[in-house]
């Protein structure tokens, strides 16, 4: 499986963003899948999971009704949709494939995709 993510950018706080992952090869739709962040000088931390049918949803804290994880499995394609950002959501976001939805651990992930920026400014 490879990922792609798409959509990141440079937006004021209070905004809003929404980051695509697209993945290619077979069987997308049996795995769960997640996103991570790595802000500058920290390590990279869970943000969301969804499950395989896209039925099930896990966040972090921080990220509790103002971000939304979504999939399309016909479209191989998961979504972060970010709302009322604020600049300690600034990171390198990246989605990877996962073993179910309430893994956190990024040791428990494989096949990683290259990151997009994701910059709130203040």
């Known amino acids: 499986v490879q990922l792609v993510e798409s959509g990141g950018g440079l937006v004021q706080a209070g905004g809003s963003l929404r980051l695509s992952c697209a993945a290619s090869?077979?069987?997308?739709?049996?795995?769960?899948m997640g996103w991570f962040r790595q802000a500058p000088g920290k390590e990279r931390e869970f943000v969301a999971a969804?499950?395989?049918?896209?039925?099930?949803?896990y966040y972090t804290d921080s990220v509790k009704g103002r971000f939304t994880i979504s999939r399309d499995n016909a479209k191989k394609a998961v979504h972060l949709q970010m709302n009322s950002l604020k600049p300690e959501d600034t990171a390198v976001y990246y989605c990877?494939?996962?073993?179910?939805?309430?893994?956190?651990?990024?040791?428990?992930?494989?096949?990683w995709g290259q990151g997009t920026q994701v910059t709130v400014s203040s």
């Open positions: 090869g077979r069987s997308f739709s049996n795995y769960a």
């Open positions: 990877a494939v996962g073993p179910r939805v309430s893994a956190t651990d990024e040791d428990e992930y494989g096949y």
């Open positions: 969804i499950s395989w049918s896209g039925d099930s949803t």
